[in-house]
T-cell receptor, first 113, second 112 residues
Framework: NAGVTQTPKFQVLKTGQSMTLQCAQD?????MSWYRQDPGMGLRLIHY???????DQGEVPNGYNVSRSTTEDFPLRLLSAAPSQTSVYFC????????????FGEGSRLTVL | DQQVKQNSPSLSVQEGRISILNCDYT??????FLWYKKYPAEGPTFLIS?????DKNEDGRFTVFLNKSAKHLSLHIVPSQPGDSAVYFC???????????FGTGTRLQVFP
């Protein structure tokens, strides 16, 4: 019953440091995505992928990179962290054609000092 | 430019009464609408959805209404229970895509 697993759950970075948020799903879902949640802003789409080898930008992609080498994994990379990237990050997945009925991970809280 | 808007950041309702959460959207290409529920320190979970070809969908205590001409949807919870206290997000997707755009959320508090 793993579903969508995100690691780490908490992370503190200094400005300019890099890190990768990991996301793995065991449901063989084609579609995966990353969101960030900020107060008053709701959930905003960062990047998404419709299958292995295919990624695309969402609403707020700047400062983030993604890749999708396997169906299961969809890591989110911050190359040079900024305080504006302090947020809670959620990874989600769904079968293709589900029209957005996403399964979410528990979130990763990132603080950039 | 916020394509999906929830103008009420919070709502407080007495147990047993009806909760009505509202959502507006601007993109006429959206054809599928969803509501998600989120408890603190957890990921959002899918609650109920509606296709643009319908104007109502019901699932137990939860009913979603869609008014396409007004680009407005609402979620009705009847009767409201304390366990319904959470943040509710509406979301929308377009034709042939799983890409989901969320609103800003409404925090519902149901008090005894």
């Amino acid at each position: 019953n793993a579903g969508v697993t995100q690691t780490p759950k908490f992370q503190v970075l200094k400005t300019g440091q890099s890190m990768t948020l990991q996301c793995a799903q065991d449901m063989n879902h084609e579609y995966m995505s990353w969101y960030r949640q900020d107060p008053g802003m709701g959930l905003r789409l960062i990047h998404y992928s419709v299958g292995a080898g295919i990624t695309d930008q969402g609403e707020v992609p700047n400062g983030y990179n993604v890749s999708r080498s396997t169906t299961e994994d969809f890591p989110l990379r911050l190359l040079s962290a900024a305080p504006s990237q302090t947020s809670v990050y959620f990874c989600a997945s769904s079968p293709s054609g589900s029209s957005g009925e996403l399964f979410f991970g528990e979130g990763s809280r990132l603080t950039v000092l | 430019d916020q394509q999906v808007k929830q103008n009420s950041p919070s709502l407080s309702v007495q147990e047993g009464r009806i909760s009505i959460l509202n959502c507006d959207y601007t993109n006429s290409m959206f054809d599928y609408f969803l509501w998600y529920k989120k408890y603190p320190a957890e990921g959002p979970t899918f609650l109920i959805s509606i296709s643009s070809i319908k104007d109502k969908n019901e699932d137990g205590r939860f009913t979603v209404f869609l008014n396409k001409s007004a680009k407005h949807l609402s979620l009705h919870i009847v009767p409201s229970q304390p366990g319904d206290s959470a943040v509710y997000f509406c979301a929308a997707s377009g034709v042939g895509t799983d890409k989901l755009i969320f609103g800003t959320g409404t925090r519902l508090q149901v008090f005894p």
